[in-house]
């Protein structure tokens, strides 16, 4: 029998070491239970995300069968819920304290918990409407059914907008993310930004859909068809115009007109212009057509086209819509090749190219006949795109894509004499580029191009624009300053000069293959212009003034074949402005982008 002194004894620092050991099995435990549960909540979210792509991209070509578009819309709500659950537990929240970690998964948690609401919410309302219903058939358009996806449009719309308005509460800030998840969160915020600013549009409009389309009576628009190939700050020449007219939802073009049939060429102004628009840009925005679009304020450009019109041709009809050769070519993804005649098929791929370069070789000549032989076919091209809109049997759904597309590049403008109309765009790209009244939800500056050579030069050009502001590091009692320097490329080949047809290089100002440009530079709203630069030097503007509340200034550069020209203007914020993210308002180019490289220090 053994007595107590026989019993091992314990060391004394034993069953503290066992408890620590336990504490710390127990976190590692933990943290591992935590890193699972993470790990499975990413990869529910990401699959879930992933599925409501893959489905979207079937939707699109199964809209048209009702019963296949509820098998989407049911599964893609499943899916986006499946991720909003996955990201919304405490685990979940509790990771987006952590530095570097925590702003990526609070990105995916607010763009999950949008995803769900715009699926639930905008999607599966708008998509479960007949958009089928629509037509056209046989070129017209179903009022009965427009009106009823009107009233959906106005439901959905206020909903949309809430979406992107709690992402803005939210101040999330794609640039701080992890480098693989910003492409994508930086692409889905702009498309929520997007689909929200248009549907809001759309919600305004919904009631007035039906009258749009010639319900009660005939409505008549004017519709500019832009050249971009001789640039203006709006796109370009406007070349054509086409009268649209609806009648109880058809579509006809009425009546076609260009610079041959109206009083281009004038005197004096057609109309009175505004006297800061003069001075930026002379008295020939108003004397002649080819000149309307010099400026960027569209409502005035509307006004002008009207005039022009009705002075020769009568009532120009209810509102005035701008379009590009660029949008044009959107626009046959939906009507298919267009066929002009003799071997000339115009297609997505090559209608820019045909309209603003080939066009000119096929009719070389520099007398009237040829440049009305190029008006003309001009006018046969976007006719007949317009003409075969109206009598397509298919899917009005079908032309989402390439309207958006041409709206979010600044291809599409409209103003109406409708005050509810304009009321639905007013704030929005349709107004026109700079479109912003207030720096307060985005500063906007504006580059725009004027071809003064009187040709076709700008074809071969293209640009990119650099910003750099101390907005968000000034201190309180100084202004911030706005630097914008655009690269401007002329791209022809010297060695392709001597080939070019006339109307592409007149040589009526300029010896053949040299390009003259009127570059004109906006600063923000309260903004006051400091200095100018070319290629590095100091150079005094041709022009500038105040311009739809912003400084402006109007900078001539001339170009030989195959170089390019950097202009730098700098300009001086006002006193007591609020500044959000700054972006760029430009001509649309041939490319449909103009690279934008900006500085900002410290702003988010």
């Not at 992890?178 to 759309?202: H, K, N, T, W």
């Not at 819509?321 to 046959?332: E, H, M, Q, T």
Request: hydrophobic fraction near 40%; charged fraction near 20%.
């Amino acid at each position: 029998m053994s007595t107590p002194h026989d019993t091992p004894s314990t060391p004394a620092g034993r069953k503290p070491r066992r408890r620590m050991k336990t504490i710390i099995w127990s976190i590692v435990g933990a943290l591992g239970l935590f890193a699972t549960i993470l790990g499975a909540s990413a990869a529910v979210a990401y699959t879930s995300l992933m599925s409501v792509v893959d489905e979207a991209k079937e939707l699109v070509s199964d809209i048209g069968d009702s019963d296949a578009v509820d098998e989407h819309v049911d599964s893609m709500k499943s899916s986006t819920r499946a991720a909003r659950f996955a990201t919304a537990h405490p685990l979940w929240r509790a990771t987006e304290v952590i530095p570097v970690v925590g702003e990526n998964t609070r990105a995916i948690r607010l763009l999950s918990a949008s995803a769900d609401d715009l699926v639930g919410d905008v999607a599966a309302p708008l998509l479960q409407a007949d958009l089928t219903s629509i037509g056209p058939v046989d070129g017209v358009l179903n009022v009965d059914a427009v009106r009823d996806v009107g009233n959906v449009l106005a439901e959905v719309g206020p909903a949309a907008q809430q979406v992107h308005l709690r992402l803005i509460a939210a101040g999330l800030d794609t640039d701080k993310l992890l480098e693989p998840l910003q492409g994508p969160a930086g692409q889905a915020v702009d498309a929520i930004s997007l689909v929200s600013d248009l549907l809001a549009r759309f919600a305004v409009l919904g009631p007035h859909l039906p009258t749009m389309i010639g319900a009660d009576e005939p409505r008549n628009y004017l519709v500019l068809v832009q050249n971009t190939a001789e640039a203006r700050s709006l796109g370009g020449n406007p070349a054509v115009m086409l009268r649209l007219t609806f009648d109880e939802g058809r579509m006809d073009v009425t009546e076609e007109a260009g610079r041959f049939d109206v009083n281009t060429g004038r005197d004096e102004s057609i109309v009175p212009l505004n006297p800061w628009t003069e001075e930026l840009y002379t008295d020939r925005v108003g004397k002649w057509l080819q000149d309307i679009t010099m400026t960027p304020d569209f409502a005035q450009t509307a006004h002008l086209a009207r005039a022009f019109w009705e002075e020769t041709l009568g009532d120009p009809g209810h509102a005035v819509l701008s379009i590009d050769p660029v949008a044009l070519g959107y626009f046959i993804e939906a009507t298919g090749p267009i066929d002009l005649g003799g071997d000339v098929v115009l297609t997505e791929e090559n209608a820019a190219r045909i309209l603003m370069n080939d066009v000119y070789f096929r009719f070389p000549g520099d007398t009237m006949e040829s440049m009305q032989l190029q008006d003309e076919f001009f006018g046969l091209a976007a006719g007949s795109i317009f003409a075969k809109l109206t009598s397509i049997d298919g899917v009005f759904s079908d032309l989402a894509s390439p309207i958006v597309k041409a709206y979010s590049e600044g291809r599409l403008y409209y103003a109406s004499t409708d005050a509810s109309e304009n009321k639905a765009i007013k704030g929005s790209k349709l107004q026109g580029p700079l479109y912003r009244s207030t720096n307060r939800a985005e500063t906007l500056l504006g580059v725009f191009i004027n071809d003064t050579t009187e040709g076709k030069l700008d074809y071969y050009t293209d640009m990119s624009v650099a910003i750099a502001s101390d907005v968000c590091t000034v201190s309180e009692d100084d202004v911030p300053t706005f630097t914008t320097t655009a690269t401007y490329n002329y791209n022809l080949d010297p060695n392709d000069v001597s080939g070019l047809p006339h109307y592409i290089s007149t040589e009526r100002y300029y010896p053949k293959g040299v390009k003259a440009t009127d570059l004109v530079f906006y600063g923000p709203v309260g903004s006051t212009f400091v200095s100018a630069k070319v290629d590095g030097q100091e150079y005094v503007p041709h022009a500038g003034t105040n311009d739809l509340g912003r400084a402006a200034v109007r900078i001539r550069i001339e170009q030989q074949p195959s170089t390019s020209t950097d202009v730098e203007v700098i300009f001086a914020g006002g006193e007591g402005q609020e500044y959000g993210p700054i972006n760029l308002a430009h001509t649309p180019m041939l490319e449909d982008d103009v690279p934008l490289d900006l500085d900002a220090a410290g702003c988010h």
